[in-house]
């Protein structure tokens, strides 16, 4: 199982909502990621756990709140989100936090995400 | 000196014909180049990866070719197919810094049948 699996696989909530998106895997991987990507750019990072602990928050607004429940969960919790938040958030998983040994990064499907 | 500087932004091949995706690199940290493919509506997913210590890694009918000393690196996708169609990004990375990938600015390739 390769895997990465996100849900929802679209979204939209209004600006007071509070939602969560969910993210899966079963590789055993140990470093999980969420990245934002705007249409016809690239995937921006977010935030990194490395063993269900933060390692990089990437100066996101804390109307992004993730949360690392186990070793496979990832989530992300939304609330007050603005228009301009409107994008496709990638989950992705790696062996290991550092990309060593050619441990690549596995991504998932994406959430598509609209702020009305 | 985080960044990477991918070209062309767009490009157009005839099928059978060679796709050329190059990249430029600042950090020499970096020690980990790998190639992802994203279809519309789908996450990128990994078409292949090079470390600094060869010059070359060929998978099937993907080609990446590095340069250490001008720190370039480039993806050849030989007899393109229309399947082949959709857009690529190079991205880099350091081990020393925790799953940290660095994205090139994505190339729209289009195969014509």
């Known amino acids: 199982d390769t895997e990465v699996t996100q849900t929802p696989k679209h979204l939209v909530m209004g600006m007071t909502n509070k939602k969560s998106l969910k993210c899966e895997q079963h590789?055993?991987?140990?470093?999980m990621y969420w990245y934002k990507q705007k249409a016809k750019k690239p995937p921006e990072l977010m935030f990194v756990y490395s063993y269900e602990k933060l390692s990089i928050n990437e100066s996101v607004p804390s109307r992004f709140s993730p949360e690392c429940p186990n070793s496979s969960l990832l989530n992300l919790h939304l609330h007050a989100l603005q228009p301009e938040d409107s994008a496709l958030y990638l989950c992705?998983?790696?062996?290991?936090?550092?990309?060593?040994?050619?441990?690549?990064?596995?991504f998932g499907q994406g959430t598509r995400l609209t702020v009305v | 000196q985080q960044q990477v500087k991918q070209s062309p932004q767009s490009l157009i091949v005839q099928k059978g014909g060679i796709s050329i995706i190059n990249c430029a690199y600042e950090n020499t940290a970096f020690d980990y180049f790998p190639w992802y493919q994203q279809f519309p509506g789908k996450g990128p997913a990994l078409l292949i990866a090079i470390r600094p210590d060869v010059s070359e890694k060929k998978e099937g009918r993907f080609t990446i070719s590095f340069n250490k000393s001008a720190k370039q690196f480039s993806l050849h996708i030989m007899d393109s197919q229309p399947g082949d169609s959709a857009t690529y990004f190079c991205?880099?990375?350091?081990?020393?810094?925790?799953?940290?990938?660095?994205f090139g600015q994505g190339t729209t390739l289009q195969v014509k049948p």
């Open positions: 991205a880099a990375s350091e081990s020393s810094n925790t799953g940290k990938l660095i």
């Open positions: 992705a998983s790696s062996q290991r936090g550092r990309l060593a040994q050619n441990t690549e990064a596995f």
């Open positions: 590789m055993g991987h140990r470093a």
